[in-house]
């Protein structure tokens, strides 16, 4: 069978610098305690007149130039996302809107800051299924400054804006490169962990504005994120008789610099093999994994030939994993 491609890659994060010293302005909170207890410096947020679908455009441009494909060449738009421009339509018809690429299908998948990885296995899943398909365009892409309580100083200083995009293709000329596996999973029990309640909510009329932001129980998530990704990563390195030593560069989900480093520890991966960016990014969500692996291919931390593990983890609770041979 033939594999499917990451043709091409592109990432976008706002202009607008949130940095710590700023959070420190507006909540009772510390550049030492954020610095100490995520590892996040700044992080970049959305203008008040930039949507979810203008910074997946951003994304798409740069993924639609690498790959060297024109727009009218996508076939199908996946947008990872769980801060819409919409409730509906879909961020992903918005974006084909914007694009000016008309007449293909488009969807939003739901899976939090699991949802890039969740995107790229029904994409792949297209690709491999439906021989009319040739590129597919994915987003992962979040405004989490839309839905976060500026005022509750244990969420605010966690997340960012951004967005990361790639094109995905068969392989035609079967290089051995391209998504050698895709594990995905949920916990639902979990629900309440990490949540932000949507329009389908029962008596929405008694529900206030600041009742609609993301609410966490911050040592629960801390606790899953570790066990799952953990997990997920030996078992899809097991499924694939592959070691932690054959993986070039792991992409973990920008959440936590200790998470990251507990993670590390518990598989016996070196921390120089661990790509970060979080410093710069907090944790952007579905736009996580996206935009790590296009900065660490320009960073040339990702070579031709390289085996990538990247692994998410997200409110759901969801998680995932993807292998991927570098083109
Ligand atoms: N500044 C100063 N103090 C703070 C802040 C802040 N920004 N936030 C919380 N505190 C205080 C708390 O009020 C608490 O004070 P108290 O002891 O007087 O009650 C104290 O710091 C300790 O709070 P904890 O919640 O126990 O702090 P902890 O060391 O667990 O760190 C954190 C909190 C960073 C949120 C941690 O639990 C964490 O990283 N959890 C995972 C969060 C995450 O990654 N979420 C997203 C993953 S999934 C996704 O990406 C959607």
Same mark, same amino acid.
């Given at each position: @069978? ?113 949802? $890039? ?26 405004? $989490? ?14 997340? +960012? ?14 290089? +051995? ?90 598989? +016996?991966?070196?921390?120089?093999? @661990? $790509? ?36 998410? $983890?997200? +409110? ?12």
């Amino acid at each position: @069978m033939k594999r499917v491609i990451v043709k091409g890659i592109g990432s976008h994060i706002p202009d607008c610098v949130l940095s710590n010293a700023d959070l420190e302005g507006m909540v009772d909170t510390t550049n030492e305690w954020i610095v100490s207890r995520t590892g996040i410096e700044s992080r970049r947020i959305c203008l008040d007149t930039e949507m979810t679908s203008d910074i997946s455009c951003e994304a798409a441009k740069k993924a639609l130039e690498n790959a060297n494909i024109a727009v009218c060449d996508v076939d199908l738009i996946i947008v990872a996302t769980v801060t819409p421009d919409m409730q509906f339509p879909a961020t992903a018809c918005i974006v084909q809107e914007k694009l000016g690429c008309v007449d293909i299908p488009c969807f939003d998948l739901s899976a939090a800051c699991s949802g $890039f990885i969740y995107a790229i296995d029904v994409a792949r899943n297209f690709l491999l299924n439906n021989p009319v398909m040739k590129n597919v365009l994915v987003i992962g892409a979040d405004r $989490f400054s839309s839905i976060v309580d500026w005022e509750d100083r244990s969420t605010c200083v966690l997340f +960012g804006d951004g967005a990361g995009a790639v094109v995905l293709a068969r392989d035609t000329d079967d290089s +051995g490169a391209g998504i050698l596996d895709v594990l995905i999973g949920a916990d639902g029990r979990c629900v309440r962990d990490l949540y932000c309640l949507g329009w389908g909510v029962a008596d929405i009329e008694k529900i206030e504005k600041k009742d609609r932001c993301v609410r966490m129980e911050g040592r629960a998530v801390f606790r899953e994120a570790i066990k799952r990704m953990s997990a997920v990563i030996e078992d899809i390195l097991l499924r694939n008789e592959l070691a932690v030593e054959d993986v070039a560069c792991v992409i973990p989900h920008q959440a936590n610099m200790r998470i990251i480093t507990a993670i590390a520890d518990r598989v +016996g991966i070196s921390e120089e093999k @661990m $790509f970060i960016n979080l410093q710069r990014t907090g944790n952007t969500s579905a736009a996580s994994i996206p935009i790590a692996i296009d900065e660490a291919v320009q960073a040339e931390r990702v070579q031709s030939g390289d085996l990538i593990l990247a692994v998410s $983890f997200g +409110g759901g609770i969801t998680w995932g994993a993807a292998l991927v041979r570098w083109k």
